[in-house]
């Protein structure tokens, strides 16, 4: 008995494959359309990226724990700045809340990646000012406001000499000054803190140091003030934190940093971040 071998139906065959042709032909349009779609969205570049970094660092330089302590055990001498709460009360115990910058604040470890750039070891003379010339000129230019301003430029004048003339000519007036020696040679230099005529007491201040009636340094970062070093061999500088958004009034901190005395030039060496402690009682 013979036996038949039985053929495959065609024409079943043929509508498996066109089936299976547009199943892989549809799969691949699918693919197709997703990776074109991805390429569409919206990517995040390194700039949106670093802004994204920077609000958070932001974030992190304006929470300020708070120790919830009376306020006597510390200085009044290192409030930086603070809530007032008796304003009769000119004593430490007068605010509600303070920002101290004392031994306990937190500090970053010291770096010698070194950002500051703004400070110039330029010798300038400060002497021979002409008083009546000067202030025949300010009454020109100041108009209405020269008698208000001349009172602050005339206290300035009789503190500080032809120096205060000096600054007066570039629109600057002396804030703040200090005396104490930073390059190791047994006198103390006068050091002044300047800041814009007519700018709040919160402007960007600057910082010189005067040998000699000579100006010797002079730093132009935000806010920058010179301090004294645990040696008589230069000094700090304190200044803003860049990337802190707190108001002017009210820092989360201070950048930090070192300079010496060498070769004939006050020079950078490291910096740290320091970052004020906030002090107050949650209850009064």
């Known amino acids: 008995m013979n036996s038949q071998t039985r053929l495959p139906d065609l024409s079943k065959l043929k509508i498996i494959s066109f089936k ?13 359309n997703i990776e074109n ?21 932001t974030i992190e330089h304006r929470q300020i724990p708070i120790l919830d302590l009376p306020l006597e055990y510390f200085s009044n001498k290192n ?5 007032v709460k008796d304003r009769n009360d000119k004593s430490i115990n007068g605010y509600k809340t303070v920002a ?13 990646a070194i950002t500051i750039r703004h400070y110039f070891n330029k010798k300038t003379s400060v002497k021979n000012k002409n008083y009546s010339k000067i202030k025949k000129n300010a009454r020109n230019s100041m108009g209405d406001h020269f008698q208000a301003w001349w009172k602050i430029i005339d206290k300035n004048y009789k503190k500080y000499g032809d120096t205060a003339l000096y600054f007066f000519e570039k629109s600057l007036i002396i ?27 919160g402007g960007s201040y600057q910082s010189v140091i005067i040998k000699n009636e000579n100006v010797v340094f002079w730093v132009e970062e935000d806010n920058s003030r010179i301090v004294p070093a645990e040696t008589n061999n230069g000094f700090y500088i304190e200044q803003r934190i860049p990337q802190d958004n707190s108001p002017r009034c009210c820092e ?16 950078p060496v490291f910096q740290q971040e320091i970052k004020y402690v906030m002090v107050g009682r949650e209850k009064d």
């Open 20 to 32: 299976l042709f547009l199943f892989v032909l549809f799969s691949f349009s699918v693919f197709l």
């Open 37 to 57: 779609w991805k390429k569409c969205q919206p990517t995040e570049n390194k700039d949106v990226a670093k802004q994204t970094r920077q609000k958070e660092l």
């Open 79 to 83: 409030v930086m700045w603070g809530i």
């Open 100 to 112: 101290l910058n004392n031994k306990v604040v937190y500090q970053s470890y010291p770096t010698t």
């Open 175 to 201: 804030e703040r000054s200090d005396k104490f020696d930073v390059d190791g040679d047994g006198s103390e230099e006068l050091i002044v803190e300047v800041n814009g005529i007519g700018r709040a007491d």
């Open 252 to 267: 989360s901190g201070r950048l930090r940093t070192r300079f010496v005395y060498r070769d004939g030039k006050f020079l």
